[in-house]
Structures are given as structure tokens and as C-alpha cells.
């Protein structure tokens, strides 16, 4: 087991995949100093940065503004692309109404008491009741039953139970759904679970982006702390978790890093960076990309 990734080279990282919430960024929701110097010096270094998160775009707002408004961020668990710059969506890959509408189905009899919520493109939308403690204030959501919300396509369906946790919840669902759609959770806090299209995860939307740009999985290094960041973690060359992870994350990976918290994170691109200039100091040039160009 290589503790705090040691004995890693990381000459040839192009690209560097992060996971938001409990990673990269602070309990607070900030993006510290040290971390932002560092996302900074990787951009000017060649080496490009997505963003990997559950949040809907509506939410990369902040994040945009803390880190520079560049670069692409996978949004919904890997249903949708989004180009912070731009501030649009560039793709999406949403559950057909066909599919959602058996998820439903099969939940609702696995799992009876339950109510669902659904992200679309237009923002979010829920059953009376539904956790209502996490909803998004300013989205003034729409609430209805879950089969007039699926009217319009669903980027994410969400399912809370009062009386489970998530990692119970997620158990039960991904028996219970198989392999109708993707199901996982970002917060065992929380008593909710989320579910994406079949085959669809931070891992496949990451893959597509890659071969789009030319990047191999060993190229890559990514950080992640929840279940949903798992798929990922699998398929990225060299993968970190950070100390406060969820124990699934902690028992799949070989290498570890401080907490979001501590700046895990910027500790482990800082040793990128240095290693990056002593390759150039002796004139090894590593190889970079500009996919937004």
C-alpha cells in the first residue's frame, strides 16, 4: 500500500480530475489559497484541470469565480459537460422517461415510504416532502409526483427514505434497479441516494472527454471521498484518496493524501509541480494540451 502516494512519478500526468465537495474544496465550501496557487500553477504549467462533481451546473457559480472560470466541469455524477468559461452545458446524457419511470417502479416497491426528486435542464423539481432541509433555496423547485416530473428528460433521479441511510439506501437500490441505471450517493450524511443513466458516471463522461483529447487513463490522476467517486478512482492511472473519505473509497485505493481540510489536494499537485520543473530543468519536456482551444 503506497501511503501518501509515496514512491509515485508523475511526469506524465496531462491532466488532473477532481471531485469538489469533501476533496478539494474546505467544510466551509472554499477553495483555500494554497489550493487555488496550485490549480493556478497547473493550468500554467500545460497540465489541464476537470472539475468531477454531483452538483448540478446551477451550483459551479462559486466554484467558477474561486478558480478562475476556466476549464470544463462534469456535473451530475457524469451526466452533463459543462464549460465554466462559457457558462453552458456542452453535453448531456439524460435517463430516458421509459427507464426513470421503472426506476420509480421498482423502488417505490423495494423501499416503500420513500419520495424522489429530479434534476433536469431546468433545474430541480421534487415530490411534497422530499428533503426538504437540502433543497437549493434559490431554485424554488417545482413539486409535483414523481410521474409529472418525469415528463421532461431527467439528468438525475434522487431518492430519500426518512428512516435510512444512504449507504443502506444504496445497498437495497442497486439490487433492486440493476442495471436500469447507475445508482450511488455523494454524502452518507444524507439520506438520499442518486441515479444516473445506465453506464453513465464520473468515470464513463471522464473517458469520453480523454478520448476526445487524446489523454490515456495513465495520464491521469484524480482525487475523490465518496462512493460516486469510485468508478473514477478505478479507471484514472494513478488515483488519490483524501483522509476523510468514506470507508468504500479508502479500502479501494493505495493512495492517500491529508483531508480536504488539511489541503490534501494542493499537497499532492505541489509535488507534481516540483517534479514537473525539475523535468524541464533537464530539458525533459512533458507533454501538454489545450482541448479547449
Known amino acids: 500500500m503506497k501511503a501518501n502516494g509515496t514512491g509515485d512519478s508523475f511526469n506524465d500526468v496531462r491532466l488532473v480530475a477532481t471531485d469538489l465537495d469533501g476533496t478539494i474544496l474546505r467544510s466551509d465550501g472554499t477553495v483555500s489559497g494554497r489550493s487555488r496557487n496550485a490549480l493556478a500553477q497547473l ?6 484541470l476537470v472539475f468531477i462533481t454531483a452538483r448540478p451546473p446551477r451550483w459551479m457559480g462559486p ?3 474561486m478558480t478562475g472560470h476556466d476549464g470544463i466541469a462534469i456535473c451530475a455524477n457524469g451526466a452533463i459537460t459543462y464549460d465554466l468559461r462559457a457558462e453552458r452545458v456542452v453535453d448531456s446524457y439524460p435517463l430516458s422517461a421509459e427507464t426513470a419511470l421503472e426506476v420509480v417502479r421498482r ?33 424554488n423547485p417545482r413539486v409535483a409526483d414523481v410521474l409529472q416530473l418525469l415528463e421532461s428528460p431527467a439528468l438525475k433521479l434522487l431518492f430519500g427514505h426518512p428512516r435510512r441511510t444512504a449507504d443502506s439506501l444504496l445497498a437495497v437500490a442497486q439490487k433492486a434497479v440493476g442495471g436500469l441505471a447507475e445508482a450511488t450517493h455523494s454524502n452518507p450524511e444524507r439520506s438520499a441516494i442518486e441515479l444516473s ?10 473517458a469520453r472527454l480523454c478520448n476526445g483529447w487524446g489523454i490515456d487513463p495513465s ?6 471521498d465518496m462512493p460516486n467517486d469510485l468508478p473514477m478512482l478505478t479507471w484514472a492511472g494513478t488515483a488519490f484518496a483524501v483522509a476523510n473519505a ?15 481540510d488539511e489541503d490534501g489536494v494542493a499537497k499532492v499537485l505541489e509535488r507534481l509541480l516540483a517534479e514537473r520543473e525539475v523535468a524541464q530543468t533537464a530539458n525533459i519536456a512533458p507533454r501538454s494540451i489545450n482541448p479547449l482551444k
Open 197 to 206: 443513466a445506465p453506464g453513465i458516471s464520473k468515470a464513463t463522461t471522464l
Open 43 to 48: 493550468r500554467a504549467g500545460g497540465v489541464e
Open 219 to 224: 495520464e491521469v490522476l484524480a482525487f475523490g
Open 63 to 65: 466554484i467558477a469565480a
Open 107 to 139: 423502488l417505490r416497491h423495494a423501499l416503500p415510504g420513500g419520495t424522489f426528486a429530479v434534476e433536469t435542464a431546468e433545474g430541480f423539481a421534487c415530490e411534497p416532502g422530499h428533503l426538504q432541509h437540502q433543497w437549493d433555496e434559490e431554485s
Open 246 to 260: 468514506h470507508p468504500r473509497v479508502l479500502a479501494a485505493v493505495t493512495r492517500f493524501t491529508a483531508s480536504n
